[in-house]
């Protein structure tokens, strides 16, 4: 196996699991929820089974009614991954950071803090935040327009870039006998002036192991995927059939090669919300216990915050409203196309499309034995879909033990998948060293 024909495969860490009715299910054990141990735990099986990378997703918001219906995130991303760092050596730790709502300076510090704390394991997913009541804890009275927010997504990363390179390599010397610490003419204060930030100075941190921190990217609108092309290593997608994966996949090379780089610099990563079990009986019933328990009013919420509609003039068993143009929609792009595509095919009640497409937001769903899941990821990964998956189990409890106990074996038996790590930083790890 070369580093170019194996699969990437990147766990998702959801406090309960990613099914909406996770944290209801007998095998989700409550008190851990809110542990570092749990989290601890997760991490450490994940890297014994060689998975990549870690990734924590994140908002800077809360829905107060959305409370009642299972557990918010759990620990601010990079002070968990902080943590994770000090229990594992080798996996990759990928956190969520906004550019609408956050500074530069800010950013490339924090991110170079876990990358020097985890000797080169960091990573920054670039989001650009679509929910509107973010803006309230910010100071806003609204979100900046979709276009605004990717103008300033942009520039934010050519900025953190500037400040990671103002450091440069050999720039710490240390050197006793000379009295010489650091070589003054080796940090470079950064004169950016830009649209949006003025930022003149050098990062008050060395540079860090990685020197870059891996680039990570995850909306899939015009802008979000000329956001990937030009700067993403990574980009996560929401893809629920081969088809519309494979056109994706095709589109964002193309745009990365457009961009000036080697389309191989960039590795798509459709989601795969998974339930496998030993046998098919096993995993269905769980699918079963699964659908019985899930709130399909949170769902709902899930829906109106991802589309920025207004779902409380409907009933459930209302056939799902129209949905508004995309360019008058100033959420997420992609989730809004998704719905629509599933839209303009089924006729559905809103009760309907939430128990058929949403109980993970509209990403793959896989149920089924290892083979069987086994199969999916391959025809996925072989048939020019996917470059790896975003591995979101079900159930945190149980689903991710099942996913690298069963499913990752069966992967590493047909060669898709190594058994150990041969780099030192995350981007070694993935072969894009070099690239
Ligand atoms: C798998 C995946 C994970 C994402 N994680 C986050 C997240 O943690 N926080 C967030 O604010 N947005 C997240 N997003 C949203 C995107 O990063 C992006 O900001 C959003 O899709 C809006 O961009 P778009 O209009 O280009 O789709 C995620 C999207 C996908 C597909």
Known sequence: MTKKNRMILNLLLSPAGSHRGAWRHPDTRLEELHDIR?????????????IDSLFLADGLSVEVEAVRHGPILSFEPLTLLSSIASVTEHIGLIATASTTFGEPY??????SSLDAISGGRAGWNIVTTGVERTAYNFGLAGLPPHALRYERASEFTEVVLKLWD?????????????????????????????VHFSVRGALNAVRCPQGRPLLVQAGASEEG?????????????????????????????????????????????????????????????????????????????????????DFS??????????????QDVNAYHSFHALVRGIT???????????????????????????????????????????????????????????????????????????????GRTLRENLGLEGL
């Not at 240390?174 to 830009?194: M, N, R, S, T």
């Not at 960039?266 to 019985?292: C, D, I, W």
């Open 38 to 50: 749990h989290y601890h735990r997760l991490a450490r099986l994940a890297e014994q089974a060689r």
């Open 106 to 111: 800010h950013t490339a510090r924090f991110f």
């Open 166 to 194: 103002s450091w440069e390599e050999g720039a710490l010397v240390q050197d006793q006998a000379a009295g010489l610490y650091a070589d003054p003419a080796k940090v470079h204060e950064i004169c950016h002036e830009g």
């Open 225 to 309: 995927r000329n956001l990937a092309a030009r700067f993403a290593e990574m980009i996560f997608t929401v893809q629920p059939t081969l088809e519309e994966a494979r056109a994706f996949y095709r589109d964002i090379k193309r745009r990365t090669a457009l961009a000036g780089r080697s389309p191989e610099r960039l590795k798509v990563l459709p989601g795969l919300l998974v339930n496998v079990g030993a046998t098919e009986a096993e995993a269905e019933q769980k699918a079963a216990e699964l659908r019985a328990i899930v709130s399909v009013e949170r769902s709902v919420m899930s829906l109106s915050n991802l589309l920025g509609m």
């Open 313 to 326: 003039a409907y009933s459930l068993d209302d056939p799902f409203p129209p949905l508004p143009e995309p």
């Open 344 to 422: 303009s095919q089924e006729r559905l009640t809103i009760r309907e499309f939430v128990h058929k497409h949403w109980s993970g937001s509209g990403q793959l769903a896989v149920t089924g034995t290892p083979k069987q899941v086994a199969d999916v990821m391959e025809a996925w990964f072989l048939g020019g879909a996917a470059d790896g998956f975003n591995v979101m189990p079900q159930l945190a409890f149980g689903g991710v033990e099942a996913f690298l106990g069963l499913v990752v074996p069966e992967l590493q038996r047909r060669g898709l998948f190594p058994d150990r790590y041969t």
